[in-house]
């Protein structure tokens, strides 16, 4: 699976851990982060990993900012993309599995890497449940018309 992957200066300390989990998972890494922790403006970041997804380049994106927030909600912006924002393991499975998310927004700051890791991990391995999930997201796509 290609998985796009970007942050922000909120993002930059986890960045390297993560790309190497997501490597070490078995998929390859499309990066548009920053390792400096030097302000940069998260949208222009949330464009690059989603607007990856976006346009076919890649299956799904992982998008770290402070809280997830400004990545999910730019990110959201894109034509087909599904964006979360998941704090937990739960909601990532979750986030896959009724909602066929197909983007990942992470919290860089108060949010610990194990937990990222975790969270990360879910998300990558949980599949689309489908069924009655599946006119659901048929609608939001509607949303988009």
Do not use: W
């Amino acid at each position: 699976m290609k998985v796009a992957f970007a942050n922000d200066h909120r993002g930059a300390a986890m960045r390297q851990a993560l790309i190497a989990r997501i490597r070490a998972l078995g998929h390859e890494v499309i990066d548009y982060g920053v390792d400096k922790e030097e302000s940069v403006d998260y949208p222009d970041y949330a464009a690059k990993g989603a607007g990856a997804v976006s346009k076919g380049e890649a299956d799904c994106a992982v998008l770290v900012c402070g809280t997830g927030i400004g990545m999910s909600i730019a990110a959201n912006k894109l034509p087909g993309v599904r964006a979360a924002v998941c704090t937990d393991e739960v909601g990532a499975e979750l986030a896959r599995r009724h909602n066929d998310a197909n983007v990942l927004a992470l919290r860089g700051s108060n949010q610990d890497l194990a937990l990222n890791l975790k969270i990360l991990e879910k998300f990558l391995s949980t599949a689309f449940e489908g069924g009655r999930h599946q006119r659901r997201v048929e609608k939001i796509g509607e949303l988009e018309k």
